[in-house]
């Protein structure tokens, strides 16, 4: 695993839009998967979104209709687009990668380690 370094967060009004940022330069061919997650202060870690290297993807319920994770053809960047952002949004958003496949549910990411430096996004009403 490496850790990664995300960005792009920020402070936004509900309804806004964020997009985060991750570098995948590392990631751009055989079997991986990549991943957010976030954290709220006082609440337990979240899986996000995920995708693979074919593009899979696997997003929470609670942000499916929202937020979009892609690697685009270059696959030297890994973003997460949050549209329609909402008061309980706001936490610390964590990207991960690693190599072989991608965890059977967005939900067991919150188990794995070696999460790199985060973003905050904070959404107000």
């Known amino acids: 695993e490496v850790r990664l370094v995300a960005s792009g967060g920020g402070s936004v009004q509900a309804g806004g839009s964020l997009r985060l940022t991750c570098p995948t330069s590392?990631?751009?061919?055989?079997?991986?998967?990549l991943g957010w997650l976030r954290q709220a202060p006082g609440k337990e870690r979240e899986g996000v979104a995920m995708?693979?290297?074919?593009?899979?993807?696997q997003a929470a319920d609670s942000v499916k209709d929202r937020f979009t994770i892609s690697q685009p053809n270059d696959k030297n960047t890994l973003y997460l687009q949050m549209n329609n952002l909402q008061p309980e949004d706001s936490a610390m958003y964590f990207c991960w990668a690693d190599r072989g496949h991608c965890p059977s549910d967005v939900a067991l990411l919150r188990y794995l380690t070696a999460w790199g430096q985060g973003t905050q996004v904070s959404v107000s009403s």
């Open positions: 995708i693979d290297q074919s593009g899979t993807t």
């Open positions: 590392q990631y751009t061919d055989g079997y991986y998967c």
